[in-house]
């Protein structure tokens, strides 16, 4: 049974910094490329960091310079560090596994008060 488990969300100011962790069980986590993806209230769903199995990361434009995405192949722990935050960050952040298949978790909310 594949599991994803996110945490670290919470209420922020802006400005400030959050890490959120996904960790993975069920899966060859190494050889999955791992994502965040959020989704704010009315929005869809949009990508916003992904590690490849290689470890190769890469992010959205809205949180290039702001945000890293790392990962621990001996935790199956994917990991989202988010500096600098601001109100339109606030969102359900999502992270996914994606190799033949997708697995989603949960999702963890992030709320930036301005």
């Known amino acids: 049974q594949v599991q994803l488990v996110e945490s670290g969300g919470g209420l922020v100011q802006a400005g400030g910094s959050l890490r959120l962790s996904c960790a993975a069980s069920?899966?060859?986590?190494?050889?999955?490329?791992m994502r965040w993806h959020r989704q704010a209230p009315g929005k869809q769903r949009e990508l916003v960091a992904q590690?490849?199995?290689?470890?190769?990361?890469n992010y959205a434009d809205s949180v290039k310079g702001r945000f890293t995405v790392s990962r621990d192949n001996a935790k199956n722990t994917v990991y989202l560090q988010m500096n600098t935050l601001k109100p339109e960050d606030t969102a359900v952040y999502y992270c996914?596994?994606?190799?033949?298949?997708?697995?989603w978790g949960q999702g963890t909310q992030v709320t930036v008060s301005s």
């Open positions: 996914s596994a994606v190799r033949l298949k997708t697995y």
């Open positions: 069920g899966i060859i986590f190494g050889a999955h490329n």
């Open positions: 590690i490849t199995s290689g470890g190769t990361p």
